[in-house]
Each structure stands twice: as C-alpha cells, then as structure tokens.
C-alpha cells in the first residue's frame, strides 16, 4: 500500500482529465461555435468534423484512464479491504465510470448519425428549425441533454478521485483500519448487550409475576385468618 504507482496514477488522471475537458469543450467550443456559422446548411456538417477529429483522441484518453483505475484497484485493493469506507467510494466510482462510458458512447452514436444526415437546415447543433428533418431533429434534441451529461458524470469523477487521494493520507489510512477493526471487534459486544437486554426484560416480567403471586398468597392467608378468627 505505501508502493508508488507513478504510471498508473499518471494514466488515470491524464485520461480522467482529457475526457472531461474535451466533453465540456466540445460542449461550449465546437458545438457553440458551429452554431454561429450562417449557412444553416453547414452547421451540423462542420460540428461533425470536429467531433469526429477529437473522436480517436478522446478513444485513447478513456483506454489511457480504464487502464490506470483497473491498475490501481488492483495495487490498493488490500487497503480496500482494511480501510473502512473505500469500498462504497470505490462501488460509487464504477457506477460513475460505467454511467460515462454508457453516455459517451450513445452520444457518438448518435452524432455518426448526425454525420450521414448530410447538411439538413438547423437551428443549432443541438437545436432544429423547422426545416429540419423529423430524424435528425430526434438525434439533436437526444445531443441537447447528452452533451452536459458527458462533462457532468466525468467531472463528478474528478471529485471522487480527489476524494479518494484524501483517504490515502496515512491518518485517514489509521482511523479507516481502526474503525474497520472496531467494527469486527463490536460485534460480540453487541450481541451480548442484545442477550443481556432480553434476559432483563425476561427477569423484569418474572419478577412482576412473582409479585403477583405474593399478593394473592397474602390475600389468601388474610382470608385464612380472618375466618379463624370469626370461628372463635
């Protein structure tokens, strides 16, 4: 756990780092600017150069992070196992990973459909007018929304990652194993402090009976005298 993984962390956060800031600017960038060509016909046609120049880069940079996270997973997964907490940070990371990669990959689906539409008449690249053809317009409404996810999940991976540079801090590090300790070690007392609970509340409604049965032995010997008496 105290190895040094300089390659794989390099592969990680490099790959991290160009599919957030090529997503956000293809966003903002290449989207926003082909939208202000005014030759409607080009609009989409020069998006879609773009995109399909930064497509082979953004391939590598995503292979480049696949790469370093299984690395380091399987580097630190003694540390995953003792320290407490990082596995539900790294259970959320894949699911963030996974979700990135289901969008992007629709996302470039749904644009190499953009790319044989030809040059229909748009609005934006993501907007139709209302010359533009019911399938492409279903493609571009589909881009609106993908194209901030894309940035979004990837940019909450960046936090998590950060996140995760913070739990290999060696205090971090102690308290995660000592809570993670704790834990298996609290586990016999718990469950003695639950017998020890039940068998006070099992001693509390005996002791109730008992009580009862007290009264009406009194009671009885009461009578028992009372009627001795009268008989003199």
């Known amino acids: 756990m105290s190895e040094r993984h300089t390659a794989l962390r390099s592969m990680h956060d490099l790959g991290l780092a160009a599919w957030f800031g090529g997503s956000l600017m293809g966003a903002l960038g290449v989207n926003g600017a082909a939208g202000k060509i005014n030759d409607s016909t080009q609009r989409l046609p020069v998006a879609s150069a773009g995109w399909a120049r930064w497509t082979p880069v953004n391939a590598a940079?995503?292979?480049?992070h696949l790469a370093g996270s299984v690395g380091e997973l399987v580097?630190?997964?003694?540390?995953?196992?003792?320290?407490s907490g990082v596995a539900k940070t790294s259970t959320l990371k894949t699911a963030l990973t996974v979700g990135a990669l289901a969008v992007t990959g629709y996302s470039r689906l749904l644009g190499m459909r953009l790319e044989k539409a030809g040059n229909p008449p748009?609005?934006?690249?993501?907007?139709?007018?209302?010359?533009?053809?019911?399938?492409?317009a279903s493609c571009q409404r589909q881009m609106k929304a993908l194209q901030w996810a894309v940035p979004a999940l990837t940019g909450a991976?960046?936090?998590v990652t950060a996140y995760m540079s913070e739990q290999q801090k060696a205090g971090q590090v102690?308290?995660?194993?000592?809570?993670?300790?704790?834990?298996v070690l609290a586990a016999p007392t718990a469950m003695g402090?639950?017998?020890?609970?039940?068998?006070?509340?099992?001693?509390r409604?005996?002791?109730?009976?008992?009580?009862?049965?007290?009264?009406?032995?009194?009671?009885?010997g009461a009578g028992k005298r009372n009627m001795a008496m009268s008989g003199r």
């Open 61 to 64: 940079a995503i292979g480049a």
């Open 75 to 83: 580097t630190e997964s003694p540390r995953v196992a003792a320290q």
């Open 122 to 136: 748009v609005e934006g690249i993501t907007e139709p007018s209302y010359q533009t053809p019911a399938n492409v």
């Open 157 to 159: 991976l960046v936090v």
């Open 174 to 183: 102690f308290r995660g194993m000592l809570g993670r300790a704790g834990g």
């Open 193 to 203: 402090v639950i017998a020890a609970m039940g068998a006070g509340k099992r001693n």
């Open 205 to 220: 409604r005996m002791g109730k009976r008992s009580t009862k049965m007290g009264k009406q032995s009194t009671g009885m």
